[in-house]
């Protein structure tokens, strides 16, 4: 009886031997397989979702996943290498993250179709010059005027003033020509810049002034001196205390509008009315033979 439980017991042992040592042997098993696995494969990074070209890629889009080895025919990229970059075609679900599927830009819509643009030259236009207002020049000696502003220079602007006494006591004064620039003062046919210039040691003083003035203003002025000149010849005491004068003004640089229209309504009137006489035709002709 006792001989019968000890090899009861015996073989008890030898079956908790063998079971323990075939589920060892099975993990064993498993873990070399586990391992070889392990060894021919890597992880690397694939989409968690369908990304769309031109979508940019975030951490969320990424999950680790054990490819073969076998499979592997590019460099698995490290997350620092896909976030942040754009999609250059769809990737799908699951689809390993490739560097050559990847970019730093955007792309361009392929629905968007780049045209060549051409630039159109526009034919130059001529430049048309109305020769009314291209100033001129007009040197007039200093003498004309009855007043001179010591203190003008080259670049300033005058008005010019026609003052014609009627009487003792009473003056007619028009304006001739407005904001009129300085382009010179002359001395001694030398250009010089002010009307008082130091020449040596010594003050000197201009002889003539350069107008710059258009065309229509060269003939107001003209015709105003000479005009003023005549009628003091025969209807004003024909000395020189009463004779036309002509007097410059100096005004500003800029013009004012509101002050210009006060002056052109002071403009002298310069229409002269021309009355074309009739010939008187001889109603008795006489005829002339050469012999």
């Given at each position: 009886m006792k001989n019968r439980k000890m090899r009861l017991i015996i073989g008890m042992l030898i079956g908790l031997v063998i079971?323990?040592?075939?589920?060892?042997?099975?993990?064993?098993?498993?873990?070399?397989?586990q391992e070889t696995k392990n060894a021919s494969s890597v992880e690397v990074y694939v989409a968690t979702k369908h990304i769309s070209r031109g979508d940019m890629i975030e951490?969320?889009?990424?999950?680790?996943?054990?490819?073969?080895?076998?499979?592997?025919?590019?460099?698995?990229?490290?997350?620092?290498?896909?976030?942040?970059?754009?999609?250059?075609?769809?990737?799908?679900?699951?689809?390993?993250?490739?560097?050559?599927?990847?970019?730093?830009s955007k792309p361009i819509d392929k629905s968007i179709v780049a045209t060549k643009v051409t630039k159109v030259t526009e034919p130059k236009k001529e430049k048309i010059i109305d020769k009314s207002f291209v100033p001129d020049t007009l040197t007039v000696s200093l003498s004309l005027f009855s007043n001179i502003d010591s203190s003008l220079k080259k670049g300033d602007f005058i008005d010019i003033i026609s003052v014609l006494s009627t009487n003792g006591t009473r003056f007619k004064t028009k304006y001739v020509v407005l904001h009129v620039p300085i382009y010179t003062f002359v001395s001694?046919?030398?250009?010089?810049?002010?009307?008082?210039?130091?020449?040596?040691?010594?003050?000197?003083?201009?002889?003539?002034?350069?107008?710059?003035?258009?065309?229509?203003?060269?003939?107001?002025?003209?015709?105003m001196h000479y005009t003023t000149q005549g009628l003091n010849a025969r209807r004003?005491?024909?000395?020189?205390?009463?004779?036309?004068?002509?007097?410059?003004?100096k005004c500003s640089n800029?013009?004012?509008?509101?002050?210009?229209?006060?002056?052109?309504?002071?403009?002298?009137?310069?229409?002269?009315?021309?009355i074309k006489r009739k010939r008187k035709q001889n109603k008795n002709p006489v005829s002339i033979s050469y012999e």
């Amino acid at each position: 009886m006792k001989n019968r439980k000890m090899r009861l017991i015996i073989g008890m042992l030898i079956g908790l031997v063998i079971f323990s040592s075939s589920v060892a042997l099975l993990m064993y098993t498993k873990i070399g397989k586990q391992e070889t696995k392990n060894a021919s494969s890597v992880e690397v990074y694939v989409a968690t979702k369908h990304i769309s070209r031109g979508d940019m890629i975030e951490a969320d889009d990424l999950v680790k996943a054990p490819i073969p080895k076998s499979y592997l025919a590019f460099t698995p990229l490290t997350a620092s290498e896909i976030i942040g970059r754009y999609a250059t075609v769809d990737i799908f679900a699951k689809e390993p993250m490739r560097k050559e599927k990847l970019s730093l830009s955007k792309p361009i819509d392929k629905s968007i179709v780049a045209t060549k643009v051409t630039k159109v030259t526009e034919p130059k236009k001529e430049k048309i010059i109305d020769k009314s207002f291209v100033p001129d020049t007009l040197t007039v000696s200093l003498s004309l005027f009855s007043n001179i502003d010591s203190s003008l220079k080259k670049g300033d602007f005058i008005d010019i003033i026609s003052v014609l006494s009627t009487n003792g006591t009473r003056f007619k004064t028009k304006y001739v020509v407005l904001h009129v620039p300085i382009y010179t003062f002359v001395s001694n046919n030398s250009k010089v810049g002010t009307y008082r210039f130091k020449s040596g040691e010594a003050m000197a003083v201009a002889d003539s002034i350069v107008f710059e003035m258009k065309p229509n203003e060269i003939k107001n002025f003209l015709n105003m001196h000479y005009t003023t000149q005549g009628l003091n010849a025969r209807r004003v005491l024909a000395n020189p205390g009463n004779r036309g004068q002509l007097w410059m003004v100096k005004c500003s640089n800029e013009t004012d509008a509101s002050l210009s229209k006060i002056k052109e309504r002071m403009m002298v009137d310069h229409k002269q009315k021309v009355i074309k006489r009739k010939r008187k035709q001889n109603k008795n002709p006489v005829s002339i033979s050469y012999e």
